[in-house]
C-alpha cells in the first residue's frame, strides 16, 4: 500500500470522526439543557460564559446523583410536613426571619428524608438540581436568605419572595413519590380497559 493511500485513508478517516462527534456533542450538550433548564444556564454563568466546563460539571452532577435511590414518604408523614409547612407560613406573619429559617431547616430536613445527601447545602443542592431544576432554585434563594437573616439581615420582602419561591420544590418532594407515578399509570390503564357494565332495563 502506497504512502499516498494510507494518507488519504487516514484523512478519510479523521473527516468521518469529526462528522460523527459533532451531533454527539451536541447531543450531550442539549440533553444537559432539557434537563437541567436553568441550572444549566447557571452552570455557564458560573464559568464565565464556558459551556465545556459547565457541561463538565452538569454531567459529573449526573453521575454522582442520577441514580440515587430514593425514600417514598409515608402518608403520614406527608401529612406531617404538610401541617409543618402551614405552621411556617403562619408564623411569618408575626417573625418572617423565624419562619424562613425553620423554612429551610424544613426542606433540608425533609430532602434528607427522601435520600438526598445533606452533608453540605452546596452538596444537596446540587443533588436536588438533577431531579428538580426547575424547583431548586427556590430553595437555594430561600437558604441564602435565611442565612442573612441568621446573620441579622432580615429583609421581609426577600424573605417572604424566598418562602414563595421554595414551596414549588418543597410540594415536589412531599408529593411525587415513585409509587405515584406508578399507581396513577395503572389507575389510567384500568380507567382504559374497563369492561363495559351492561345494565338491565
Known sequence: MSVTLIILIAALVAMVALVF???????????????????????????????????????????????????????????????????????????PALAAQEADQLLGTLAAERGYPAESPEQLLEALSVRHAQAVDGYRQLHTEAERARAGHAHTDR???????????????????????????????????????????
Open 21 to 95: 462527534a459533532r451531533p454527539v456533542r451536541q447531543s450531550s450538550r442539549d440533553g444537559l439543557m432539557s434537563r437541567f433548564g436553568p441550572e444549566y444556564d447557571r452552570a455557564v454563568a458560573r464559568h464565565d460564559g464556558d459551556a465545556k466546563a459547565a457541561q463538565w460539571e452538569l454531567s459529573e452532577r449526573l453521575r454522582r446523583y442520577g441514580e440515587l435511590s430514593l425514600r417514598a414518604l409515608t402518608p403520614e408523614s406527608r401529612e406531617q410536613y404538610a401541617a409543618r409547612w402551614s405552621g411556617v407560613q403562619e408564623r411569618f406573619v408575626e417573625s
Open 159 to 201: 424573605l417572604r419572595e424566598a418562602l414563595l419561591g421554595a414551596f414549588p420544590l418543597f410540594e415536589e418532594l412531599v408529593r411525587a413519590q415513585p409509587h405515584d407515578r406508578a399507581l396513577r399509570r395503572r389507575r389510567q390503564w384500568q380507567r382504559r380497559h374497563r369492561p363495559t357494565v351492561l345494565r338491565s332495563p
